[in-house]
């Protein structure tokens, strides 16, 4: 069974700083997705990585593919109180092509103004 | 261009009532996913449909649960006698052809009393 561990589970940080969060698995996965996900309402998706090693940018966010596609990295520079959130990976695998998601149980960051 | 529609938001039902909930895909997408959200555990995978097709059923509970996309009208989630256990958030999401990534409807939180 494939499982995806987050960490932390949980973050409050300071309007400014930045922070890492992880997404490790013991399995290979074809591709991996990161959400976000505010309450009340469903996930939103942020990128999709598929290639080892892939690093992919979107305004302060960046994430990371590792090289073996078993693990990857959301980095928020300078966080922002709209950056609070549930922040989940997602990902399909070994084979691409069934669509399947497995999700992460997600990193809940607060950020403080 | 409306996103994934999910009806009703709240669902309440006493137990042993039936619980049909209903998700219109994106325009364009022709693949839907089912998905129960519980605190603290995460999304987890419950049936993958395209139209008129059942495609991959692994996460549904045995008995109780059965989902269809008809060749017209919203895909449905059906749970026959509910009991307290199936009290969850229940997302929807569609997908195009061969694309990663989902959207996600803002879900139905389904109470049963």
Not at chain 1, 1 to 8: A, D, G, N, R, V
Not at chain 1, 52 to 71: C, S, W, Y
Not at chain 2, 2 to 29: D, I, W, Y
């Amino acid at each position: 069974t494939q499982l995806l561990e987050q960490s932390p589970q949980f973050l409050s940080i300071q309007e400014g700083e930045n922070l890492t969060v992880y997404c490790n698995s013991s399995s290979v996965f074809s591709s991996l997705q990161w959400y976000r996900q505010e309450p009340g309402e469903g996930p939103v998706l942020l990128v999709t990585v598929v290639t080892g090693g892939e690093v992919k940018k979107l305004k302060r966010l960046t994430f990371q593919f590792g090289d073996a596609r078993k693990d990857s990295s959301l980095h928020i520079t300078a966080a922002q109180p709209g950056d609070t959130g549930l922040y989940l990976c997602a990902g399909e695998g070994p084979s691409s092509g069934t669509y399947k998601y497995i999700f992460g149980t997600g990193t809940r960051l607060k950020v403080l103004a | 261009n409306a996103g994934v529609m999910q009806n009703p938001r709240h669902l309440v039902r006493r137990r042993g009532q039936e619980a049909r909930l209903r998700c219109s895909p994106m325009k364009g997408h022709s693949h839907v996913y089912w998905y129960r959200q519980l605190p603290e555990e995460g999304l987890k995978f419950m049936v993958y449909l395209q139209k008129e097709n059942i495609i991959d059923e692994s996460g549904m509970p045995k008995e109780r649960f059965s989902a269809e996309f008809p060749k017209e009208g919203p895909s449905i989630l059906r749970i026959q006698q509910v009991v307290r256990g199936d009290s969850a958030a229940y997302f929807c999401a569609s997908s195009p052809p061969l694309k990663y990534g989902y959207t996600f409807g803002s879900g139905t939180r389904l109470t049963v009393v």
